[in-house]
Every structure is written in C-alpha cells, then in structure tokens.
C-alpha cells in the first residue's frame, strides 16, 4: 500500500463522543508526531478509552474530525484500518483457543497464507517466550502472559500505529517490565505507539509526550519534564517520635516551603508538597538547626494525584465513586 | 546479542501487511475458529445431540395417543414439524456466541481489522449450518429407528432438510442483529425465547391448524414457521408444496435483506 509522507500519526481536531447526555469525549484536539509514543494519561472514566475507540474505528465521533496515519477517520476508515493495531483494555483474543491458533487466527485474517500465518505465529511466540504455552488455551495464562499474547497478536503484521489500552493495569512489575520492553523495541523499529495509562510512572517512563486528561477534556499535554516541572518534584514525608516535635517541624515547614504542610497524628508523619529537591533538604536543615527530633524522612515522586490535584485543583476520582455514580 | 533478543529483534523487526484476504477466506477463516471451539468445548453440541433427542421423544409420546390415536402415525406427521421446530430454537445459540465475543472483547479486534465485515457473522453461520445438519441427522435417524417412514424417500429427506437450513441460516440474522443490540445474555435469552416460543408453538408443527379456534388460525397461516413446516413435511412426504416451498424462498430472502442489512449496520455503529 502506498505510505503518505506525513508528520502526524494521529491529528485530532475537537473529537466530540456523547452517550445520551453525557459527553463521554469533550473537543479533543490532539497532534501525535510519527515514531513516538504518546501517553493518554488520566484516571477512569475520563475518557481515555472512548479517544482510544474512536481512533480505531470502532466508534463514530459525535463531532469533529481526525485523521490517523494520515487517512480521515470516517471517511477512509478502511485504510486506517490497514495502518493501526489495537489492544484493547479487555480479552483482544479468543479465549478459548490456545495461542498460537490465537496467532495463526489473526495471520489469516490479515492474509498471510497458512504456511506463512503459522511461521509467522511461532516466531512471535518464540519472541514473546510463550512457546511453552504456545497450546494452551489463552484462558488458562497468567496476565502477564495474556498481556503479551494480545501485544503479539496485534503485531502479527507490522502497524504504523500501535493503540494500547491501559496495557499494564493489573499487571505485576516484571510482567509491567517486559510490556515496557516490548513498547521500546516497537517504537525503535518504527512504530507509533498510542497508549492509555492510569499510571504517571508509566507515562514517565515510555512516553515522549503524555496528554493528560479529565473528564473528557486535554487539560495539559507535554513531555513527563514539563508536566512535573508544573508540579514540583514530589513530596517530603517525616516521621517523627512524638507529636511535640511533629508540631514544631510543622512551623518550621510551612514557613520554610511556604506550604500548608498535612500531619498524620497516627503514624506522627508529616507530608508537604515540594517544588524543588534542593527545598526539601534546606527544610530537613532546618529542622536539625532547631534542633527537632526525627525518626526518617522519605522523598516521593508525584503522583497522578497530584497532577491531577495540581492541574484541576480535585482528586481524581476513583473507581468507587464512579461506581456509586452509575447505580 | 543472546538467542532470545535475536528472535525478538527479528520478529518486530518491520513485516508488511500482505494482501488483504479475500471475503471467502476471511469467512472460512472465521469458520476456521468456530470449529476449533467445538473442539476445546464440545459440550457446545449439547443442543444440537440432546435436544433433538429429548424433544421428538417427548412429543411422540406425549401428545401421540391423544392427537393422531397412535403414536406410530402421530411420529409421521410431527417429525417434519419437530425437525423445524428444534433447528430453528437452536438458531438463536448463534446471537448468544456473538454477544460473548462482544462482551469479552475480542469482537473489537475484529472491527478494527481490514476485511470483509461481514466474514465474522458468516463464517460462524456457516458452521452453524453444520450444527443443525447434525441435529437434523440424529432426529431423523432416531425418527426411523422408531418407526418414521418418510414417503417420499431418501431424496424427499435430503430436499426438506436443505430448506431448512437455508431457512435456519435466513433466520439467524434475527439473532445476529440482537447479539450486537442487547447488552446482556440474559436479556438476550429471554427476548430469543419470547420470539422462538409463540412462533414455534402457534404453527403447524404439532396439530393441523383447522382443529384451532378461528383467530388463532388466522395467526397461525402466517406464521413463517407454519410456511416452513408445511414445505418441509411435503417434500419429505412427497405432497404437493410448491406454494410453501416458494414461501419460505421468499420469507428466507426478506429475512436476509432485511435483518443482514442491520446486523451490518449496527455491526458497524456498535457504541
């Protein structure tokens, strides 16, 4: 097939998804340079996987209009089809059968002939170190390795665009490490990788550019430098013997990093958002010169909370009160 | 570089897309799939072994002695009927498998790949029709054993049977159509059985419709399922059923234009 030379992976402009009332997707407007990956950072429900869905084809955008891989989202959906891959966040292979008949399935549908579709199968299962498993059926793989069939799955020919969703949720460290790996290695080969993630460290740690959003709207987009910058380095979390010398650190703190700092009287800890490392160990100095006792102190990364808190000045909210909101 | 980054390497390293399948071999690809599922859960034939079974065993005898005043001669009439009856309630599995791809997810996969749409539904339903070729051999076999003799011979059976899957087939884009509508198997259960029941029963399948009250004749002579039967059981029994026989050609057409016609649309409008 002919390769348009485009610059974009992915040009949204005001992408628009209402469900009934609710306006699930609120005039997305997005620019995803070819060759990177882009992470669509934001909690449940903001939206992430409705973008995700409309990109891919699988949703007609209420308003607004895109382009992926250079094709019109609705009126070429077709050869956008031809460019991207999707891993949806759930089951994005058949269950029932084993892996490499998941595999050799696919092969065929994009039009490998059998005796190609099936080398194809055993050299992604040798790739993704799932040949052991490579006859049992998917529903019996832990999740990490099913992570890793659906990846392979949507490889089985090479997309110019790769959309993730969510790909690491539920997952433990090292099968969330090996995804990663897997990212890198795609992109480093020339594939644009769209993912979703509720996870900052995610973000920080694949994507070139994060978007981040809420409610349905992209309230910031930058490289993981950027947004950080945007919400200091994180926070400084003490421990102290007695509540005494909690209180007279909480003085000292508020005055010295000009921030109302939150104590935990349970675990007599603590917790002040930081702008700067630098800040936080003059604060720590401080404390010594005045001759406050502590236990330990510990620096924390920012979390997505604290973007969020930063950026939209709430909480996220979390997947129980989504809940409630529903019923 | 180790074996194993080597064969990672080389298998992301860029592969092009080959030629897009034809719409033939992505349905038999599909096809391909559903049969391979039978073979991990071939508990999956349960409707179509037990069912056939249980109900021509239980209608014979139950009804037998009180409609026709022997079972023997009951069996020749109710076969056919039992035979429509049975494939046309086992159609309905088609919607149920359909609705799980959906709500497991895989179903997006196949939206977002570049083929013929409508290969996913096909290619099941023509695994389908092997389904009820199964249903209909077991019943028929069963029938003879008891006594049924159908009167228009092997070649009558062979005819009556072909129409009822081209029926069957027809009639499974209903369930198509529901499968990617309802939201829940549960609802989708029960809405098949709302439909299947009073179609199934309000025909000619267990009684000749003159011995019915005049209004429900009058649902009953246009029941499609009535159309079906009484095409069926000419050909198996060698009466004259041109009439129905084009009837059901018609019903199976309109079924297909109509409801294919929306099972693709909601298939690609799928929220």
């Known amino acids: ?43 449940n429900g903001a939206g992430k996987t409705t973008t995700i869905r409309m990109l891919a084809t699988l949703l007609q955008p209420s308003e607004g209009h895109a382009k992926v891989m250079g094709y019109d989202l609705v009126q070429e959906a077709d050869s956008v089809r031809q460019s991207i891959s999707l891993t949806g966040q759930f089951a994005s292979v058949d269950e029932e059968l084993s892996g490499r008949e998941n595999l050799i399935f696919i092969g065929r549908l994009v039009g490998f002939s059998k005796k190609d579709a099936k080398t194809r199968a055993d050299e992604l299962l040798k790739a993704f170190k799932l040949e052991d498993a490579a006859k049992r ?15 392979a799955a949507s490889i089985v020919t090479s997309p110019d665009l790769l959309f993730l969703d969510e790909p690491t ?90 921030h109302f700092a939150e104590a935990n009287l349970r675990e007599i800890s603590l917790t002040v958002p930081i702008k700067e490392h630098a800040k936080a160990a003059k604060a720590i100095g401080e404390l010594a010169n005045n001759d406050v006792q502590i236990k330990d102190f510990s620096m924390s990364q920012p979390s997505l909370d604290e973007v969020f808190l930063t950026l939209t000045g709430k909480l996220p909210e979390s997947e129980g009160d989504e809940l409630h909101e529903q019923s | 570089m180790s074996n194993h980054e080597e064969a990672f390497e ?6 092009k897309r080959p030629k897009k399948p034809s719409a033939l071999s992505a349905a038999s690809t599909f096809a391909w799939r559903a049969l391979l599922r039978i073979r991990y859960v071939p508990e999956q034939l349960f409707d179509v072994t037990v069912f056939p079974i249980i109900f021509l065993l239980m ?86 054993i008891l006594g049924f003799r159908p009167e228009a011979g092997f070649g009558g059976v062979v005819l009556g049977v072909a129409l009822l899957l081209f029926f069957s087939f027809s009639l499974s884009w209903i369930w198509t159509m529901l499968g990617i509508i309802v ?70 057409i309109g079924l297909i234009l109509v409801f294919g016609t929306l099972t693709m649309y909601f298939f690609k409008n799928k929220e």
């Not at chain 2, 059985?193 to 246009?222: A, C, E, R, Y």
């Open chain 2, 183 to 252: 939201r829940t198997e549960k609802a989708l259960m029960a809405m098949s059985m709302m439909i299947l029941f009073p179609l199934t029963f309000l025909s000619s399948v267990f009684v000749d419709p003159t011995t019915m009250p005049n209004w429900l004749q009058k649902f009953v002579d246009i029941n499609p399922i009535t159309f079906v039967v009484d095409a069926v059981r000419g050909l198996i029994h060698g009466t004259d059923a041109i009439g129905d026989i084009m009837m059901v050609i018609y019903i199976s």
């Open chain 1, 1 to 43: 097939m002919d390769h348009k030379q485009i610059t974009y992976a992915v040009e949204a402009n005001n992408l628009v998804k209402t469900f009934g009332k609710e306006r699930a997707v609120d005039g997305i407007s997005l620019n995803v340079p070819k060759g990177i990956v882009y992470g669509f950072l934001g909690p």
């Open chain 2, 59 to 144: 209608f014979t005898y139950l009804f037998g002695g009180a409609i026709s005043g022997s079972t023997g001669e009951y069996l020749d009439f109710v076969l056919p009927g039992i035979l429509v009856m049975t494939v046309a309630m086992i159609t309905m599995y088609t919607g149920l498998d359909l609705n799980k791809d959906i709500e497991k997810g895989v179903f997006d996969r196949f939206r977002s790949l570049p083929i013929w749409r409508p290969a996913v539904l096909v290619g099941a339903l023509s695994v389908d029709a092997v389904r009820y070729l199964i249903a209909s051999t077991i019943m028929i076999t069963l029938g003879y």
């Open chain 1, 137 to 151: 059926q998917v529903k019996k793989y832990s999740g990490g390795m099913r992570r890793r069939i659906d990846i």
């Open chain 2, 10 to 15: 080389n298998a992301i390293t860029v592969k």
């Open chain 1, 169 to 258: 949720t539920g997952l433990d460290p090292r099968s969330r490490n090996q995804v990663w790996d897997i990212v890198r290695a795609l992109v480093k080969n020339g594939t644009t990788v769209f993912l979703t993630t509720q996870y900052l460290e995610e973000a920080d740690q694949l994507a070139d550019l994060i978007g981040v959003i809420d409610q349905g709207k992209l309230i910031a987009e930058g490289t993981s430098k950027e947004l950080k910058a945007s919400i200091g380095a994180g926070s400084l979390t003490v421990h102290f013997d007695d509540v005494t010398e909690l209180e007279k650190a909480k003085e000292i703190f508020e005055q010295q990093l000009n």
